[in-house]
């Protein structure tokens, strides 16, 4: 019988829904064992109005970690014995600031990576707001929209997941320089840097010109023709923005004129006529399928494809093919994003209700003599599930 390796321990320290939660999920997916500290009343992501809303985030945030119910104010000593063992360290701006990161960061196998929205410095470090405000403050709300319309943000937490992934790399690569006899680092990843570096058409079509781009829809700042085109049965998205490309969509639609027309010689010539350009496109379009656009367009090589609901996409055989959401004891889960030879990485069910993995991982993962545990247990320091706030179980 071959012993199965020990995963490397995470610790977690983050409150609700924001990119250190999510990194943590990601590694868990990488296969870490995570362990998420929370308070005796529970994380707040427990405590949403919806019940079926508060399971399914909860289950595909953290399905794959274990919770320990922690009174950190009054147990450093037992926080000390899981950071002693850890590897990783993943906290959001407020539980750094309440630990004493000079006691932390004496340990040199520790990685400490602290994920916020505006960092560790800076004018904006204290600043409140998470997705909609980075979203605002970093110029990306401004390009967002359609001309003459009012600013909108980008749907969904993409800044959120974004930075966690960015987090979690940061992590690995840490994790490589431990091995080659490094100490373990201080990281800083925030949501504010990830969206400077998500502009990257916005901000060189900024010095090119020196104006800032605005409401510009679905397009592209510095190609064209890429947009949204109306089909007889719903919308697409075409994305051609390089010359070659143009070419093949004007042999596809039939249209020859187009590339002979000096009103489209150049790329700048197309951006700067695109309002034209894009009705002689949709006249083609919106007389056609989306399966018959979508067919012309892939035999051409153009890439081009539907608008789908989420409704659609959840039921997509690609969806399924990726394994992107899994039920594992009755309950739905995050399926790993993570490949390796062909095969998604496993995802680990974890003991996520409160204070559900309390014991197995202070008793079992951690070896701490029963007296002790019991001690921290009666003094109220840690609890267990059964102890637990009964209505967020």
């Known amino acids: 019988m071959v012993d199965r390796p020990i995963r490397p321990l995470a610790i977690e320290i983050a409150s609700g ?3 250190a939660t999510v990194a943590g999920k990601l590694l868990a997916d990488v296969g870490y064992h995570v362990v998420k500290i929370e308070p005796p009343q529970g994380d707040p992501m427990r405590e949403l109005a919806s ?3 508060r399971l399914n985030l909860w289950d595909l945030l953290c399905g794959s970690k274990d919770s320990v119910v922690l009174d950190i104010s009054r147990g450093r000593c037992v926080l000390d014995v ?9 906290v959001d701006r407020d539980a750094y600031r309440s630990l004493d990161a000079e006691e932390v960061m004496r340990r040199e196998k520790l990685t400490t990576c602290v994920v916020s929205a505006f960092g560790l410095d800076g004018p904006m470090a204290d600043w409140r707001g998470g997705e909609e405000i980075v979203q605002a403050v970093s110029g990306i709300v401004s390009i967002t929209g359609h001309i003459g319309g009012k600013p909108v943000r980008i749907a969904g937490a993409m800044l959120t997941h974004a930075t966690a992934n960015l987090a979690a790399a940061a992590i690995l690569a840490d994790a490589t320089a431990k091995r080659r006899g490094m100490p373990g680092a201080l990281l800083d990843a ?7 570096a998500f502009q990257t058409s916005a901000i060189p079509a900024f010095f090119i010109d020196g104006k800032p781009p605005s409401g510009i829809g679905n397009r592209h700042t510095m190609a064209a023709p890429w947009n949204s085109f109306a089909c007889r049965d719903g919308w697409v998205i075409i994305c051609a923005g390089n010359t070659p490309t143009w070419l093949r969509l004007c042999e596809t639609i039939a ?5 002979a027309d000096p009103a489209y010689a150049s790329q700048g010539d197309r951006v700067r006529n695109v309002d034209a350009l894009e009705r002689e ?36 055989p690609q969806f399924a093919a990726r394994a992107l959401l899994r039920n594992t ?22 003991a996520a209700d409160l204070g559900d993995g309390t014991r197995a991982v202070m008793r ?19 609890r267990e599930r059964d102890e637990c706030y009964v209505a967020a179980v």
């Open 17 to 19: 829904f924001g990119p």
């Open 51 to 53: 019940a079926r809303a």
């Open 82 to 90: 899981l950071l002693d063992t850890a590897e990783v360290l993943v």
């Open 190 to 196: 925030c949501m504010f840097d990830t969206a400077l």
């Open 255 to 259: 249209r020859p004129d187009l590339v």
């Open 281 to 316: 496109i949709e006249s083609w379009t919106r007389v056609r399928s989306i399966a018959e656009v979508e067919a012309a367009f892939d035999v051409a090589g153009i890439p081009c494809g539907q608008i789908f609901p989420l409704e659609t996409v959840l039921d997509h």
């Open 329 to 350: 004891e009755g309950r739905r889960i995050a399926g790993g994003i993570f490949f390796r030879d062909g095969t998604p990485l496993p995802v680990h069910a974890g």
């Open 364 to 382: 079992g993962r951690l070896g701490v003599p029963a007296a002790q545990y019991a001690q921290w247990l009666a003094e109220g320091i840690l």
